[in-house]
């Protein structure tokens, strides 16, 4: 269901895409739109990986210098059958983790040394078991597609509407179809990132649940979850707050609640994630 929800969803995001660059200019606009989804995925794909282990710091450590984190990750990477990613950690006091790459070929886990401070041996499993489960699900890939069609949905939007009032806009204004464009246009921007968090939500309940199974037991990642929610409130991540875009990758949102938090949430309601975990170890 998680699947073919994504696969809706990205399906919505891309129709509409496709419509706001009609809209700006006919069979040019979507062609203009086709080459600029082409080119800012071309980017995200090859280079979004570095660039946000740059944003945060992120240092890329071996056995020796963090052993027990190197060792969880590299037995979850045997488990799962899937290349041993490399493994990175942040000097950051705020406990979280996210997982990066394209493709489990080019993968990378993070790690704070929040994390590492407050989570148990089978909690720290449990989180890079849900990393891991992002990385072979390719759930950074999907991540990547719907962040740049959403940013280059807005980019779209603001050119037409500039176009609008730039050019026939005395036409535009008094046509009611030129009134509804214009609502369109400043609406699509609002819709698809409400689709982007959409998708945000549904993969992180499935690396949730192959996490879970990864690891062997649910309830060492409810646990985990639970504290993760607990150290975020008191301690809020203030470079996340410097780039909210990244906000998607980490396992427990890292931006303090604001209004209509749960309408533009980039994670699912904790309460509902530990629930489903909570009846996922029932029905072993």
Excluded at 24 to 53: E, H, I, K, P, R
Excluded at 55 to 62: F, H, K, L
Excluded at 253 to 276: K, V, Y
Aim: hydrophobic share 50%; charged share 15%; with cysteine.
């Amino acid at each position: 269901m998680n699947t073919l929800r994504t696969t809706l969803l990205l399906t919505g995001l891309t129709a509409l895409f496709l419509i706001v660059g009609h809209m700006l200019g006919g069979q040019n606009g979507m062609f203009l739109a086709f080459l600029l989804a082409m080119g800012t995925n071309f980017w995200a794909y090859w280079f979004s990986d570095s660039v946000v282990l740059n944003m945060y710091g992120a240092r890329e450590i071996d056995a020796h210098q963090a052993p027990e984190l190197y060792h969880i990750v590299q037995g979850l990477a045997q488990r799962a059958q899937t290349p041993m990613p490399r493994v990175y950690l942040i000097d950051e006091p705020t406990p979280n983790a996210f997982a990066t790459g394209r493709n489990p070929e080019h993968a990378a886990v993070a790690a704070t040394t929040g994390l590492l401070r407050i989570l148990n041996r089978e909690e720290l499993t449990a989180v890079m078991a849900h990393e891991m489960a992002h990385v072979v699900h390719r759930d950074i890939l999907i991540a990547t597609l719907s962040a740049t069609i959403a940013g280059a949905i807005t980019m779209l939007a603001n050119m037409a509407q500039w176009t609008m009032f730039l050019g026939n806009s005395r036409d535009n204004r008094e046509n009611n179809s030129g009134i509804v464009g214009l609502l369109m246009l400043i609406l699509a921007p609002m819709a698809a990132m409400l689709i982007q968090l959409a998708i945000s939500r549904s993969r992180e309940y499935a690396a949730d649940l192959q996490g879970a199974r990864l690891c062997g037991n649910p309830l060492w990642l409810a646990g985990a979850l639970h504290k993760l929610e607990i150290g975020n409130q008191r301690l809020p991540m203030q470079a996340a707050h410097t780039h909210p875009a990244t906000a998607q990758l980490f396992i427990v949102n890292p931006l303090s609640a604001g209004m209509l938090a749960t309408l533009f949430a980039t994670h699912p309601p904790m309460e509902e994630r530990i629930q489903r975990l909570h009846n996922l170890a029932s029905h072993r």
